[in-house]
């Protein structure tokens, strides 16, 4: 099992992803988040399931190139999604 909190695995982002795929769907994740914010019940469930059930507080890393770290994870997919970088992972 893996820890609260914690990024999904590579299989396990593949399955979450999986519906998203298509660009115009991670586009409509995106567009809900721009309109709502981090706070939107349905953007937070989806943000809790790609990190195991927890959202993950403070500063977080990720993979992307020149943008290694971020305050939070709202900012991390707020500029994964203004870059259409829907994939990348923390």
């Known amino acids: 099992a893996q820890q609260l909190g914690t990024p ?3 299989q396990e982002y593949r399955q979450f992803f999986r519906t ?3 660009a115009r769907r991670a586009s409509t994740a995106c567009l809900l988040r721009a309109l709502y914010g981090c706070q939107n019940p349905l953007v ?3 943000d ?7 959202i993950p507080e403070g500063p977080i890393c990720s993979e992307l190139p020149g943008a290694p770290f ?4 709202c900012t991390f997919s707020f500029y994964r999604c203004t870059r259409k ?3 990348i992972k923390v």
């Open 8 to 10: 999904l695995s590579d």
């Open 20 to 22: 998203l795929r298509a």
């Open 44 to 46: 937070r469930r989806l």
């Open 48 to 54: 809790e399931y790609e990190n195991h059930g927890v």
């Open 70 to 73: 971020f305050p939070d994870f």
């Open 85 to 87: 970088m829907y994939f």
